[in-house]
T-cell receptor
Framework: DADVTQTPRNRITKTGKRIMLECSQTKGHDRMYWYRQDPGLGLRLIYYSFDVKDINKGEISDGYSVSRQAQAKFSLSLESAIPNQTALYFCATRGRRNTEAFFGQGTRLTVV | TQLLKQSPQFLSIQEGENLTVYCNSSSVFSSLQWYRQEPGEGPVLLVTVVTGGEVKKLKRLTFQFGDARKDSSLHITAAQTGDTGLYLC??????????WGAGTKLIIKP
C-alpha cells in the first residue's frame, strides 16, 4: 500500500458543487499539506497542518477549507467549485526539520 | 517572500547528452531538496543537500549546493530516456517549510 493515499484520483464536477478530496497516510507524520499544481506554476500551498489541532492557511487558501480528522487523515474541501480550481491536487506528509516530503499520487480535478 | 527560480523551464535533448538545470534564489535556505515527478505521480525525493558547497552524486546525477546556500544545480551525465520527467527543487526555510520552484520539464529523446 502507498504511504500517502488520495481519493478520488480523478473527478469532474460542475460549477457551484461542493467537493471533498481525501488523504490518508501511514508514515506516522504529524505534518500534512495540500498543494495544487498548475503547468508552469509549480506546487502552491493551500493549507497545512502540524498536528490535529493545528491548521494553517497557505498562499492560496481562498475558496478552500480543510479538516484534520486524525493524525493520519487530512481532507480538502471546495465549498462551491469554480472552473479556475481545475488543477492537479496533491497531499503530502513530512516529518520534522529537513526531512523528505512524501506525496500522494494526486487528484485531477476538473470543474466544468 | 522567498522565491526559487528554476531554469530552464523546458529542456529537450538527445539521449547520451549532458545537461545542467538550475535553482536560484536571493534567499538563504537551511536545506535544498531535488525531486523528480513523472506523469500521473507525485514528486519523489532524489537528494537533500544541507551544507554550503556540498556536492552529492546519485549515479549519473550530480547535485551541488551553492556556497552561500542560495542556489543549486543538477547535472545529468549521458542522459537516458528514463531521466524524462519534471525536476523540482524545494528550499527549506527557517520554519522548516518547503519553498518550491516551478520545475524544469526534461524530455530525453531516444
Amino acid at each position: 500500500d502507498a504511504d500517502v493515499t488520495q481519493t478520488p484520483r480523478n473527478r469532474i464536477t460542475k460549477t457551484g458543487k461542493r467537493i471533498m478530496l481525501e488523504c490518508s497516510q501511514t508514515k506516522g507524520h504529524d505534518r500534512m499539506y495540500w498543494y495544487r499544481q498548475d503547468p508552469g506554476l509549480g506546487l502552491r500551498l493551500i493549507y497545512y497542518s502540524f498536528d490535529v489541532k493545528d491548521i494553517n492557511k497557505g498562499e492560496i487558501s481562498d475558496g478552500y477549507s480543510v479538516s484534520r480528522q486524525a493524525q493520519a487523515k487530512f481532507s480538502l474541501s471546495l465549498e462551491s467549485a469554480i472552473p479556475n480550481q481545475t488543477a492537479l491536487y496533491f497531499c503530502a506528509t513530512r516529518g520534522r526539520r529537513n526531512t523528505e516530503a512524501f506525496f500522494g499520487q494526486g487528484t485531477r480535478l476538473t470543474v466544468v | 517572500t522567498q522565491l526559487l527560480k528554476q531554469s530552464p523551464q523546458f529542456l529537450s535533448i538527445q539521449e547520451g547528452e549532458n545537461l545542467t538545470v538550475y535553482c536560484n534564489s536571493s534567499s538563504v535556505f537551511s536545506s535544498l531538496q531535488w525531486y523528480r515527478q513523472e506523469p500521473g505521480e507525485g514528486p519523489v525525493l532524489l537528494v537533500t543537500v544541507v551544507t554550503g558547497g556540498e556536492v552529492k552524486k546519485l549515479k549519473r546525477l550530480t547535485f551541488q549546493f551553492g556556497d552561500a546556500r542560495k542556489d543549486s544545480s543538477l547535472h545529468i551525465t549521458a542522459a537516458q530516456t528514463g531521466d524524462t520527467g519534471l525536476y523540482l527543487c524545494a528550499g527549506g526555510d527557517s520554519n522548516y517549510q518547503l519553498i518550491w520552484g516551478a520545475g524544469t520539464k526534461l524530455i530525453i529523446k531516444p
